[in-house]
């Protein structure tokens, strides 16, 4: 194992007191910025959270007699090769059964209630995932189409499809 690797959960409390300044600098800037907005400016704070950020990532050590990663492509495979080694192979690897067993849990399918009580527990004011919906969205949307939603819930389920937008 690499030292980068053995090392990377030991805290740091040099690096924690650095975080925990920056962080309060930080906080003490955004906190003055919003104490002087006024009707004029207020609306140039939007860009706070539309700023295209793009954060590098240190080099990463290879191995021994291997140059440090420093592009994108060559950190994938470093952090692919070490995270996700190639699995050991099995000498005696069973075979996967797939006859109905009396022990099966059997599928029931969702209830209408199910639907429901996922939506209105979910986060009214989430940040909206790949579908652009919110959880007040949804809520809305189940006022209106509350059969809909339901059935098409329903139906993925008991297919076993999920859609990757959801």
């Given amino acids: 194992m690499h030292r980068w690797m053995r090392d990377f959960h030991t805290p740091s409390i040099l690096l924690a007191e650095c975080a925990q300044r ?12 919003v104490e002087e907005a ?16 793009m954060y590098m990532s240190p080099p990463l050590d290879q191995g021994e007699n291997t140059p440090l990663a420093v592009i994108h492509t060559e950190k994938c495979d470093t952090l692919r090769s ?16 797939m006859n109905q067993d009396h022990n099966n849990i059997e599928y029931v399918s969702v209830t209408k209630r199910e639907v429901r009580d996922a939506i ?18 949804w809520r809305w949307a189940w006022d209106i189409m509350e059969d809909a939603i339901y059935n098409l819930v329903r139906l993925c389920a008991d297919s076993g499809y999920h859609p990757k937008i959801w």
């Fill in 82 to 97: 070490h995270l996700f080694p190639t699995p050991s192979h099995l000498d005696d690897e069973p075979e996967p059964n």
């Fill in 22 to 33: 920056a962080r309060k600098t930080k906080n003490e800037y955004y906190q003055k910025k």
């Fill in 38 to 53: 006024t009707s004029q400016n207020i609306w140039s704070f939007q860009k706070w959270m539309t700023a295209n950020r």
């Fill in 120 to 137: 209105f527990t979910a986060a009214q004011l989430n940040v909206p995932g790949i579908s652009g919906l919110t959880g007040r969205a």
